[in-house]
């Protein structure tokens, strides 16, 4: 067929190719040993085409992969698709892609309570259980009404989950929710922004929420893209710091220079500033909603509530994103930073995940690395606390070796950064590349 010809784009080909088989492996090679005291399941998601194909990477199908660990054993590695409702079924051809239940569930997963929801930035969460089942989708008993960033924050202190939405693509152009710990809906506000632009991730500190109103811009004329959105630098770029249970009218808006940020790492308060660490790219999507030739920098911005004065500093030269906190500083003063490096675009315009893991003292800018050899890509370094010390626990990822083909499983013990994993678990076949994960206690 004649649009079989050619090659296929990189989100299609080698360790981006998706998956069509769903396994469950008890079986597992494991090397070292498993911390006794995990016990839970790590479960990441991504885009996979369900067809085979997708015209973006972002837009295939969510598979999840899962490992589940207990008493010191790997029990299972599995992985299956989320059973949505647009699960194969081409991005596009289901219908308005407004709609805000055609999720795919392909970017993070985020336990808030007794849910455990994959999320989609343009749609409403799917909930999934601890065994990768999908449960169905989840609208806080038909009270959220918008769809969910795939990046909300649950505050350590409250147990409040933040999020919000640029998915409607009508007025108001940005809505923000906060969802009590108990799962009900608290709060819905409307937010005006002068222009649809993509919005990744946000931040939130004990008292403020912080939303990047960066110049990734929507453009109708890239609608045959499937991702109509382009860098448009002369649009301009700000922080907006609203207070948490707060409206339209109380935000603050700080103008910086123009960048865009997928990943926050953190924010805190100081007396009357706001203190913000996140991966810097200086562009994307420049020309095509395809390019990833610019990776992130680790950046720091003070805003300043009373003076209104902005204050951005890069804080490492090493290029790397996907970053983690210990989810009980989130919004705190976390002296902790986990990234993975990227280690720039690859032959086929695709992004290429770094070989090392970074870990980042915030307060005096060190960094430890944990290299993954040569040949070995990584993925989000996800922090599992395990005692009282922020830096107390795990990170934990999948890996891929692009010279072997075999894909594993690593626990980093965080007190002991640069040392070998205390435990490699081999998995059973390819796990491609992915978005985010979490790690969900049993219970
Ligand atoms: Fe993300």
Request: net charge negative; proline share 6%; charged share 20%.
């Amino acid at each position: 067929m004649a649009d079989d010809v050619g090659q296929a784009p990189w989100h299609l080909s080698g360790n981006w190719a998706p998956r069509q088989d769903e396994v469950t492996e008890t079986n597992l090679e494991i090397e070292g040993e498993i911390p006794h005291h995990l016990n839970g399941t790590y479960i990441r998601t991504g885009p996979n085409p369900k067809s085979g194909k997708s015209p973006h990477w972002f837009l295939g199908d969510g598979m999840i992969h899962g490992i589940r660990l207990r008493e010191g054993k790997a029990e299972w590695y599995r992985n299956a698709f989320i059973q949505t409702t647009s699960l194969g079924v081409p991005f596009g051809a289901s219908g308005n892609p407004r709609d805000i239940s055609n999720s795919k569930a392909n970017t993070h997963i985020l336990q808030h309570g007794d849910r455990v929801l994959a999320l989609y930035e343009t749609g409403l969460p799917w909930r999934i259980d601890q065994d990768l089942n999908t449960l169905g989708i989840e609208t806080f008993g038909g009270d959220l009404q918008t769809a969910m960033t795939a990046h909300p924050k649950v505050c350590p202190v409250t147990g409040e989950l933040m999020a919000f939405s640029y998915a409607e693509m009508q007025e108001p152009l940005l809505r923000y929710v906060r969802i009590g710990k108990d799962g009900e809906v608290k709060q819905t506000e409307g937010i005006d922004i002068p222009r649809i632009v993509m919005m990744h991730d946000f931040a939130i500190t004990r008292n403020y929420s912080i939303f990047l109103d960066l110049p990734v811009c929507f453009d109708l004329n890239l609608l045959a893209t499937g991702m109509p959105f382009e860098f448009k630098p002369e649009a301009g770029a700000r922080i907006g710091v609203m207070p948490r249970a707060g409206g339209n009218g109380d935000i603050r808006w700080f103008e910086i220079p123009p960048c865009f940020i997928f990943h926050t790492v953190n924010a805190h308060e100081v007396g009357s500033k706001i203190v913000l660490t996140a991966s810097r790219l200086k562009a994307a999507f420049q020309g095509t909603p395809d390019d990833f030739a610019n990776v992130g920098y680790l950046w720091r911005w003070t805003l300043d509530l009373e003076t209104g004065a902005v204050k951005e500093e890069q804080l490492d030269d090493r290029p790397g994103d996907f970053a983690r906190v210990n989810g009980s500083r989130l919004g705190l003063e976390a002296r902790f930073g986990y990234l993975m490096s990227m280690a720039g675009e690859g032959e086929g315009g695709e992004p290429i995940y770094g070989s090392e893991l970074l870990k980042y003292d915030l307060q005096s800018g060190a960094c430890k690395v944990h290299r993954l050899g040569d040949t070995v890509r990584g993925g989000e370094p996800t922090f599992v606390s395990t005692g009282a010390e922020e830096d107390q626990g795990y990170v934990m990822t999948f890996c891929h070796d692009e010279a072997t083909g075999q894909s594993t499983f690593i626990i980093v013990d965080a007190q002991d950064f640069d040392a070998s994993p205390v435990a490699t678990i081999h998995l059973p076949h390819r796990v491609p590349y992915g978005a985010h994960g979490n790690w969900v206690p049993l219970g």
